[in-house]
């Protein structure tokens, strides 16, 4: 089974701080995903990855960056955390893209990391 | 661009059926999904509709319309361990993006 691991479950930063969220796939998939889930909002989609190095914004990428160095390993970065990024951030990965019709594209999650900005 | 929209919350009693709506727009439409999510847990795949029709999967069936812009999750058999969100997720050619609806809560009920 395809495993995706997030580096925290639970972090508390503080306003300004420079925040990491790890993500680490173990079956050579191709595309990588970082979600933020909201109450009432559902999945947004943050940033997404096809390739290494390759990265493109998703619907709400303000306050977010990302790096894909190595196929497995894709990370969020809040280069300064404001209070409203207090939210449970999901990683995500998929052998192919959303838009190939084979099937495999099923999307495989990450527990999660719930991150508290005070 | 792409809207979904699915029932915030729903209601059943165990051992029943429900039937969990989700209506789309989109151009080029690829696929859709559902997934189960537990609370505090990661979301898992369900089901999986490219082409008209039904598709079943134990207790769980999926079916969707493309002409209508529809799909919906069937549960049969409801037990206790079916109380999760439920979220609808469409696919359209030509991206890599999932889209995904704000979800609906089941609460079953003894």
């Known amino acids: 089974d395809v495993k995706v691991t997030q580096s925290s479950r639970y972090l508390v930063k503080r306003t300004g701080e420079k925040v990491f969220l790890e993500c680490v796939q173990d079956m050579d998939h191709e595309n990588m995903f970082w979600y933020r889930q909201d109450p009432g909002l559902g999945l947004r989609l943050i940033y997404f990855s096809y390739d290494v190095k390759m990265k493109e914004k998703g619907d709400i990428p303000e306050g977010y960056s990302v790096s894909r160095e190595k196929k497995e390993r894709f990370s969020l970065i809040l280069e300064s955390a404001s209070t409203n990024q207090t939210s449970m951030y999901l990683c995500?990965?998929?052998?192919?893209?959303?838009?190939?019709?084979?099937?495999?594209?099923?999307?495989?999650f990450g527990a999660g990391s719930r991150l508290t900005v005070l | 661009g792409q809207n979904i929209d699915q029932p915030t919350e729903m209601t059943a009693t165990e051992g029943a059926i429900v039937q969990i709506n989700c209506t789309y727009q989109t151009s080029g439409f690829n696929g859709l999904f559902w997934y189960q999510q537990h609370a505090g847990e990661a979301p898992t795949f369900l089901s999986y509709?490219?082409?008209?029709g039904l598709e079943e999967k134990g207790r769980f069936s999926s079916f969707l319309s493309r002409s209508k812009g529809y799909s919906y999750l069937l549960l049969k058999e409801l037990q206790m361990k079916d109380s999760a969100s439920y979220l609808c997720?469409?696919?359209?050619?030509?991206?890599?993006?999932?889209?995904f609806g704000t979800g609906t809560r089941l609460k079953v009920l003894a």
């Open positions: 997720d469409l696919t359209t050619s030509g991206t890599y993006k999932y889209i």
């Open positions: 509709n490219v082409l008209d």
């Open positions: 995500a990965s998929s052998l192919l893209g959303g838009g190939d019709p084979s099937g495999a594209n099923v999307l495989t």
